[in-house]
C-alpha cells in the first residue's frame, strides 16, 4: 500500500479538495486493511475487500480511494447512519473489523494546535499525525455478506408489472401474482413522487396505492 502522502494525493485529486474528512478517511481505511493484512487492496487483493461505509460525506469518497471499493462494483456498501464509520470486510476469510473515528479527536486536535485558528486545517494537520488510538475506536465484528450482496452476484432482470422498468439483483416483490419493484410496492417510501403534470405518472402511483391498501 501506498504511504498516507501519495494516498492523500490521490484522494485530493479524486474528491476535489483536501480537507479533515479526507484525512480521516484515508487511515481509517489504511487501519481497516492493516488490521485485515490486506496490503493491495487496489491491486492482488481486490476482489477480498467489501466495505460498509455508514455516513455519505468526505471519508466516504477517501475510503473508496485507498480501499478500490465501489458501488459500481458492488463492493462499496452504503448505510445511512450519518457516523463516522466504516467496516472492513475480508470475504477471504470472513474477519471483519469496524472503525469509528473518537469524537475526542476534535479536542485532542485543539490541544496539539492551539495556534492555528482554522478548523478544517487544525484537523487536517492532527489527523495526519495522531496515534491510531487517539483517532479511531476498533471492534472485531461479524457481517453475513449474502450472496446476493456479493460483488460477482448478478441475478435475473425482471420487469415491474406496475410501471415497466427493468429490475436488477432481485430488488423486487411478489404480490398477488405480480412483480413490483420497491417504489412501487412501497410508494410512501420512495425519495421521488411524479410531478403533478405527468398524468401517466399520477395514474400509476394512485393504482400502486391502491394495491397497497
Not at 154 to 181: A, H, P, Q, S, W
Request: proline share 2%; aromatic share 6%.
Amino acid at each position: 500500500m501506498e504511504a498516507l502522502d501519495e494516498l492523500l494525493r490521490q484522494a485530493e485529486i479524486a474528491h476535489g479538495h483536501l480537507c479533515a474528512g479526507q484525512v480521516l478517511g484515508v487511515r481509517m481505511a489504511m487501519l481497516g486493511c492493516r488490521r485485515l493484512g490486506i496490503t493491495e487492496p487496489r491491486g492482488s487483493d481486490r476482489k477480498r475487500l467489501v466495505t460498509y461505509i455508514e455516513i455519505d460525506r468526505c471519508a466516504t469518497d477517501a475510503i473508496g480511494v485507498v480501499t478500490g471499493c465501489r458501488l459500481g462494483k458492488r463492493a462499496l456498501k452504503f448505510r445511512d447512519w450519518g457516523k463516522m464509520a466504516a467496516t472492513f470486510v475480508d470475504l477471504g476469510t470472513g474477519r471483519a473489523v469496524r472503525i469509528v473515528a473518537l469524537e475526542s479527536s476534535k479536542q485532542r486536535a485543539r490541544e496539539l494546535y492551539p495556534n492555528i485558528a482554522d478548523k478544517n486545517q487544525q484537523q487536517m494537520k492532527a489527523y495526519r499525525e495522531m496515534d491510531d488510538a487517539e483517532l479511531f475506536g476498533e471492534q472485531w465484528v461479524e457481517v453475513a455478506v449474502g450472496t446476493k450482496e456479493m460483488p460477482g452476484y448478478k441475478g435475473e432482470r425482471v420487469t415491474c408489472d406496475m410501471c415497466g422498468e427493468g429490475i436488477n439483483y432481485d430488488r423486487f416483490e411478489e404480490r398477488d401474482g405480480k412483480i413490483l419493484c420497491v417504489a412501487c410496492a412501497h410508494p410512501e417510501q420512495r425519495y421521488y413522487q411524479p410531478a403533478s403534470g405527468d398524468k401517466a405518472s399520477d395514474q400509476r402511483a394512485a393504482e400502486s396505492r391502491c394495491e397497497c391498501a
